[in-house]
Structures are given as structure tokens and as C-alpha cells.
């Protein structure tokens, strides 16, 4: 599976961004498609999944109600609306995918480039 993440940029707190991950290769609709973020000096962090088939939702608890995952099957597309940004959400963003639902990093067999996401206050 290849992953193409594209969408990030800059804005102030309380503003909104949408990243996209644009998905190539998947064999299989039982995959799940998730975004993680890392920030410098930190580890890589599950922000926001979605099962390919089911199109069943996990998130983080630290953007919960501000974030928003879903995904476009016949565009071969996820995406992670983001409102109510926070300068704490300033990181370097990926997609991911697993062969099951796993929020953790070590369970991605495939990631895509990242996307930088800065909030000023």
C-alpha cells in the first residue's frame, strides 16, 4: 500500500486545516486507515483511525470533537478535518495503514510522507 498525505499548512489557534492521504495498492478493505502526528522531541502519536470497510472511527481523546476522520473509498482518500486547531496540535502529520484496527505505530505496515501542521496562538 502506498499513502500520498498532502493538506498541511499554517494557521492561527481556532482555525481549521484538512489533510488528505490519498491511497494506492490496498489489496484488501480490511485495512485501517489512520493518522498519526509526532512532534519534535516527542514520539509518533494515533490521532484518528478509520476502518477501510466499515468505516468504523477511533480518535485520540485529546481531539476528540475537533477532528473529524473519514474517507472517500471510490477516490481511494482519507482525510482528517481538523477545527478548533491548538498550538499544541503543531506536528508533523502521517497517514498510516494496518492490516487490522491498531492505534499503535508499531502495528502501521505502511505510512506516508508527512505533512507539517503549525498553530500560532
Known amino acids: 500500500v502506498q499513502l500520498q498525505a498532502s493538506g498541511g499548512g499554517s494557521v492561527q489557534a481556532g482555525g481549521s486545516l484538512r489533510l488528505s492521504c490519498a491511497v494506492s495498492g490496498l489489496t484488501t478493505s480490511d485495512n485501517f486507515m489512520s493518522w498519526f502526528r509526532q512532534a519534535p522531541g516527542e514520539e509518533r502519536k494515533f490521532v484518528a483511525g478509520?476502518?477501510?470497510?466499515?468505516?468504523?472511527?477511533r480518535y485520540a481523546e485529546s481531539v476528540k470533537g475537533r477532528f473529524t476522520i473519514s474517507r472517500d473509498s471510490a477516490a481511494y482518500t482519507v482525510y482528517l478535518q481538523m477545527s478548533s486547531l491548538k498550538p499544541e496540535d503543531t506536528a508533523l502529520y502521517y497517514c498510516a495503514t494496518s492490516p487490522g484496527v491498531d492505534t499503535t505505530a508499531i502495528g502501521a505496515v505502511s505510512w506516508g510522507q508527512g505533512t507539517q501542521v503549525t498553530v500560532s496562538s
Open positions: 478509520i476502518s477501510w470497510r466499515l468505516g468504523s472511527k
